[in-house]
């Protein structure tokens, strides 16, 4: 047995599950040197939240952060979560955006790109995957681990030897909502190690307190990589602490290399960045508990939080037990979608207004009727021709791969951002987020200038709530 490798997440997905994105790129700078000597498998540094998050709240351009970490990480795979036809938005996007964002990704700095979509549908990933194989970067292609009547060990598998087969160069199995169980995991990683040759990698959250032991059981069934988070910004929404499992698994056949010197100076660097998310109010305790919920009702943390927050907002609270016992029945409806980004808003927002009307299906959100119709993808079971004529009637529904239907857009979004454009790299931007983008645009321009753009703090501390 190789030795395992460890990803870091601190300079993306600890920050996005416990401070809602909010590290700054001068927050990163001063470690990033130290970060590159500990000898972590890779950085996971950008994609997922962080894109938006730098244009909506931070005034930062996503493409200088990334080019400035790669300065100075010299050594070390930089990684970037990537939601296939989605890229790093709410929409899918026609193949010459996903195209020319992959190409602008590795030419910034990325190596590895973690390629996921929310319904396991290989279609959706086909694009991003053949583009990064063109320009030369690491396709790690992610499978998003959900439970349910219709998905095995078997069936995740068999899906992980198909993305083999497409292109990838490695596997991840995505645990989003910290449901994976210890001895679940063990079965899992042989099922997956027994269907492909390429490596297996391990991604989980401390959401429900499982991760560490999952970690563990992972590891046993030969698992190559696991993703961990320095201590400071480690457990509750994140991922497990990096010390506490190079420890564990320290002067085992499964020795990590990395050393306890190396990983205290990261450490003594983010503590006190962490002291001031709290002090700020930035990071909430609340993600720092332990949420069995999420394993009662199979339900993402936050997925949770948008429930109760919907709920308020009608004056419904009340009916909180009845919405939670109606998600896993629109799941079923709607063929059992993993509940990550975008579908766990959709169904939850469905289940509410179910309960609400009183009345299943009296309001449907127009998003759901997207799902239904297929414009996101192919759910895991084909959705009964009773229940989707009930939500979109006579509507034919999509069963093509949803992008062939969108025609070529960087030409036409180029034309509309013209007078913005400072770098290549800002046709993406607008793609993606438009009028954030624009908004950041203007904000650039001003700082040029010499004019003092107004920052909105209000916004900021809505969004940090």
């Not at 046709?427 to 650039?444: D, I, M, N, P, W």
Request: hydrophobic share 40%; proline share 5%; aromatic share 8%.
């Amino acid at each position: 047995m190789a030795k395992v490798k460890i990803t870091e997440t601190v300079l993306r997905d600890s920050h996005q599950s416990l401070v809602a994105t909010r590290m700054t790129t001068e927050e990163m700078l001063p470690i990033l040197a130290d970060l590159d000597r500990v000898g972590y498998h890779s950085l996971e540094a950008w994609g997922g939240a962080t894109f938006d998050s730098c244009l909506r709240f931070l005034n930062e351009d996503p493409w200088e952060r990334l080019r400035k970490i790669r300065d100075s990480v010299k050594n070390t795979k930089l990684q970037m979560l990537f939601r296939g036809q989605n890229i790093l938005g709410y929409r899918h996007y026609a193949d010459d955006v996903v195209e020319y964002f992959v190409q602008k990704s590795i030419a910034n700095g990325i190596d590895i790109l973690r390629i996921f979509d929310a319904l396991n549908d290989s279609r959706n990933l086909k694009c991003a995957i053949n583009a990064t194989k063109k320009e030369g970067g690491h396709v790690q292609a992610a499978v998003s681990y959900t439970i349910s009547p219709v998905h095995s060990n078997e069936s995740f598998a068999k899906y992980a030897k198909e993305l083999e087969e497409m292109g990838a160069d490695s596997i991840c199995i995505k645990d989003m909502s910290g449901l994976l169980t210890p001895y679940a995991a063990y079965d899992l990683v042989k099922a997956i190690k027994g269907a492909v040759k390429i490596p297996v990698q391990l991604h989980t959250h401390y959401t429900t307190g499982l991760a560490s032991m999952t970690i563990l059981k992972a590891v046993e069934a030969g698992v190559d990589i696991v993703d961990t988070a320095i201590s400071p910004m480690a457990m509750g929404t994140s991922q497990p602490p990096t010390e506490a499992i190079v420890a564990t698994l320290a002067g085992t056949e499964y020795d990590t290399g990395l050393k306890m010197d190396d990983l205290n100076k990261i450490n003594s660097y983010f503590t006190p960045i962490r002291e001031k998310y709290i002090a700020s109010g930035l990071l909430d305790p609340k993600v720092l508990k332990v949420d069995v919920n999420g394993l009662t009702y199979q339900v993402p943390g936050g997925m949770l939080s948008n429930l109760v927050s919907q709920l308020k907002q009608q004056g419904k609270s009340d009916k909180f037990e009845e919405v939670l016992a109606e998600v896993p029945r629109v799941r079923e409806d709607a063929g059992f979608p993993p509940l990550v980004t975008p579908t766990s808003q959709i169904v939850g927002t469905q289940a509410v207004l179910n309960v609400i009307t009183g009345e299943r299906y009296k309001m449907v959100s127009k998003e759901f009727k997207g799902m239904i119709r297929g414009e996101y993808g192919r759910s895991p079971v084909e959705v009964t021709p009773e229940f989707r004529e009930k939500i979109i009637g006579a509507e034919e529904p999509i069963t093509c791969r949803p992008a062939d239907l969108l025609k070529p857009e960087l030409d036409i979004l180029r034309e509309e951002i013209r007078p913005y454009l400072e770098q290549d790299e800002d046709v993406l931007s607008y793609a993606l987020f438009g009028q954030v983008a624009t908004k950041f645009f203007e904000f650039r321009k001003n700082k040029l200038y010499g004019v003092d753009a107004v920052n909105s703090d209000k916004e900021n501390k809505v969004h940090n709530v």
